[in-house]
C-alpha cells in the first residue's frame, strides 16, 4: 500500500526521467547543501548511465541545476547552463569509470569561494531517489531524511566516548555510526546518523572535545512542493 503521494505520483520534476533528471537535480542540490554553497567551481565525474546518456537525457542541465541551488521541479532547470554562467560557476563534465558503483553515480569535486575543496559522491537510485555514499573520502549512507552529524579528530581514546554521552545527555539516539581510522597521520573520521535534532548547538560542545579537529551537523534535505501542485 503507497504510503505517501510520492509513492502513488512519482516526484514533482522537469522530465523526461526521474532517475536522470529528479533524481540528478537532487544529488546537485544535496550537494550544494552538503559543500557550504558559493561554489565557484566543481568537477562532475559521471558513472554507467549517467556518463552514457546525460546530455540525451539531461542530466548535465539537472545536476548544475541542483547545485545552483534548484528543486528537481523549477522550470529554470532547462536554463542551468546560462544560469551558471551569470553566477560565474565554472564547471565540468568528465564521464568516467567510479568502480562497483550504481550505474547512476556521480562524484563532485566542488571548490568553494575561499579555495575550500570538498567532494561528495551519490547516486539516483530511482524514481527521484538518491543516496550519498561519501562525503570527503568518508563512506556514508546520506538520504536527507535524518541529521548527520560529521567529525575529524585525532584518533586517540575517549573521543568517541565523549560525542556519545553528549548525545546522552540531549536524549539524542544514535541510528547508524561509522568511523574511519588512518594510521598514517593518526586521524579519524566519523558518521554518525540520529534520530532528532537537540535542544542546543550539540556542534559546539562536541568541537571542544580534546582532539577535535571539525564538526558538521547535516540537516535534513526538506523541499517545498511548489504552490501550484
Not at 18 to 30: F, I, P, Q
Not at 94 to 102: E, F, W
Request: with cysteine.
Amino acid at each position: 500500500m503507497p504510503s505517501s503521494i510520492f509513492d502513488i505520483m512519482g516526484p514533482v520534476m522537469i522530465g523526461p526521467s526521474s532517475s536522470h533528471t529528479a533524481g540528478a537535480a537532487r544529488l546537485g542540490k544535496m550537494a550544494y547543501k552538503l559543500s557550504g554553497g558559493d561554489i565557484a567551481r566543481v568537477d562532475i565525474y559521471l558513472h554507467g548511465s549517467f556518463a552514457a546518456t546525460y546530455r540525451g537525457h539531461g542530466t548535465d542541465k539537472a545536476l548544475l541545476a541542483g547545485l545552483l541551488n534548484l528543486p528537481p521541479w523549477d522550470e529554470r532547470l532547462r536554463d542551468s547552463f546560462r544560469l551558471a554562467e551569470e553566477k560565474g560557476m565554472q564547471y565540468r563534465f568528465i564521464p568516467t569509470d567510479l568502480g562497483d558503483v550504481h550505474p547512476n553515480t556521480v562524484r563532485f569535486v566542488i571548490t568553494g569561494a575561499g579555495g575550500e575543496v570538498s567532494e561528495i559522491m551519490g547516486s539516483s537510485i530511482g524514481g527521484g531517489q538518491v543516496v550519498v555514499s561519501e562525503i570527503d573520502g568518508l563512506e556514508v549512507r546520506f538520504t536527507g531524511e535524518r541529521p548527520i552529524l560529521i567529525t575529524r579528530h585525532q584518533d586517540t581514546p575517549g573521543v568517541i566516548s565523549a560525542i556519545a554521552t553528549l548525545l546522552y545527555e540531549q536524549r539524542i539516539n544514535i541510528g547508524n555510526m561509522t568511523v574511519n581510522r588512518s594510521r598514517k597521520d593518526r586521524l579519524a573520521s566519523m558518521y554518525i546518523e540520529i534520530d532528532s535534532l537537540c535542544q542546543e548547538d550539540i556542534t559546539k560542545r562536541i568541537a571542544q572535545i580534546p582532539g577535535m579537529i571539525r564538526v558538521k551537523l547535516l540537516l535534513p534535505v526538506v523541499e517545498q512542493l511548489p504552490a501550484h501542485f
